[in-house]
């Protein structure tokens, strides 16, 4: 066992294809010390998750990715969150509604644009699945298996990506609003893949900085696509603005396959990340 941890990662409860009790094993398998499980907008693999890892020796963290509307998409993990919060619940399954209604919109648009594309294509991917824990991932696999793109990036740049004619907006919470229910249910916010948002200083700071006064807790400062030069200042805007460091790989097993748990592009995210969130945790 190292010290290397992961605190962003997918399972099938989301748009991941490892079980959580798999991934809790895959976390094992990986020599990892600890790791969160953060499926999007549910709480719904937590327990599973949990169990497993308290049975095979991996410190095992409650989590969540909660999907919030900025200039663009922005998206909030929550960790150490109370999974059967009602108000947290609650709030996720109004959004899982939300994604349910795009994806059947997404669905009847590109039928209508000549793609034989069904709810039968989407759900048929993994065990469980329905309209309401699937999403654009599960499109762009199907798109693939019909044979119109040759992989999903594809899918995505041409048809399904914001912008694009069979790109259907769901709905979403504001940045402060997410915060707020993670809050609510106990646990840290931290902004996630800030690299999505804008690489360059001047155009992230002024954002970091605005959820850091809606309450941010923390910042991904390691992930699976950062140079080590847009790490490094991630971790000198946390410093700046007293955030915490946060971190993982962004795991969905074989929907990214080219992303493996516990690895981020700058090595690993250290244990002692997680030795700080939770010094600050009991400061509160």
Known sequence: MTDKIDLHTHSTASDGTLTPL?????????????????????????KEFLDECGKIGVEGIPGVEIS???????HVVGLFVEAKDRELTEKLALLRGGREVRNRKMIELLQKGGFDITEEDITSQKDGATMANTGRAHIAKAMVKKGYVRDTSEAFEKYIKRGNPYYVKRLTYSPRESIDMIHAAGGIAILAHPILIATDYD?????????KEYGMDGMECYYNNYTSEFAKMCREMCRTLNLLQSGGSDFHGANKPSIELGEVSTGFVPYDVLE???EYISSK
């Open 203 to 211: 155009k992230l700071f002024p954002v970091v900085k605005e959820m």
């Open 22 to 46: 798999k991934l809790a094993k895959r976390a094992k398998q990986n020599g990892l010390r600890a790791c969160a499980i953060t499926d999007h907008d549910t709480t719904d693999g937590v």
């Open 276 to 278: 700080r969130m939770k």
């Open 68 to 74: 919030a509307q900025h200039d663009k998409t922005m």
